[in-house]
């Protein structure tokens, strides 16, 4: 009878162990999904106005973020922002480049910060936004983004520009006007674009709010929060 019981209960034991051992599974296996489902984010994203640059949406930080860390530290630690000296202003964002009239209002799930604001602790499903708005009380600027788009070929040479707006702007005028590019002869084509000339099976195009422009569409007259892009693809 004794040893019965003996066996009875080694086999109640082992039955704890195998639940015990299950548990610890699945538990594992639900804090590495949990894990998982939580690399992508926080998000950063860049607007002019209400309009949002092309490509811009839902740029990951992941790399940057660990939990507990300010704004301030994840953006610095992104490489996407500089800061100026005294940490008050935003001097540079990633591949944007702003008009001298405008500057970067920082948001984080659509409330805008101010400079005090910058060392709140993040979390890993914040949105961030940068919004690119006038300096002081000009209240009627009016922009347009110059987009230079390198493809996979030339990468390093993505880069926008916010660029002013005025009423006579054609896309000729902008691109000359940009200092960045080079029109051919006839001001019809992009000969170069931020000092890069195409490879022989390389050429620049443009287009207009994604529409791909032909060369008697250079004298398009542009509205406020157009995008231009320079696009370098192969013939």
């Not at 940057?64 to 005294?86: H, M, P, Q």
């Not at 674009?193 to 791909?212: C, F, I, Q, R, S």
Request: proline content about 3%; glycine content about 10%; some cysteine.
């Amino acid at each position: 009878m004794s040893t019965k019981f003996l066996w009875r209960g080694l086999l109640g034991l082992i039955i704890i162990m195998m639940t015990g051992g299950c548990s610890s599974i699945f538990d594992s296996k639900t804090e590495g999904s949990s894990t998982d489902a939580d690399v992508n984010g926080p998000f950063l994203s860049f607007y002019v106005g209400g309009s949002e640059f092309t490509g811009s949406s839902n740029n990951e930080l992941s790399g940057a973020y660990k939990k507990g860390i300010t704004l301030r530290d994840l953006l610095r630690n992104s490489g996407n922002v500089v800061f100026t000296e005294d940490g008050k202003s935003i001097q540079s964002v990633g591949d944007v480049s702003l008009d001298p009239h405008l500057n970067w209002e920082l948001q984080l799930e659509d409330k805008s910060l101010g400079p005090e604001d910058w060392d709140r602790v993040v979390d890993r499903s914040d949105s961030i936004g940068f919004v690119a708005k006038p300096k002081g009380s000009a209240e009627n600027f009016q922009s347009i983004v110059l987009f230079l788009n390198g493809g996979s070929e030339q990468p390093e040479l993505t880069h926008s520009y916010v660029m002013a707006y005025s009423e006579d702007s054609t896309v000729r005028s902008l691109l000359r006007n940009s200092g960045l590019v080079q029109l051919s002869e006839n001001n019809k084509t992009v000969l170069i674009a931020n000092d890069y000339t195409p490879l022989t099976d390389e050429v620049w195009k443009v287009k207009v709010n994604g529409k791909l422009l032909m060369e008697n569409g250079m004298d398009m007259l542009l509205r406020p929060q157009d995008e231009v892009e320079v696009v370098l693809s192969l013939r």
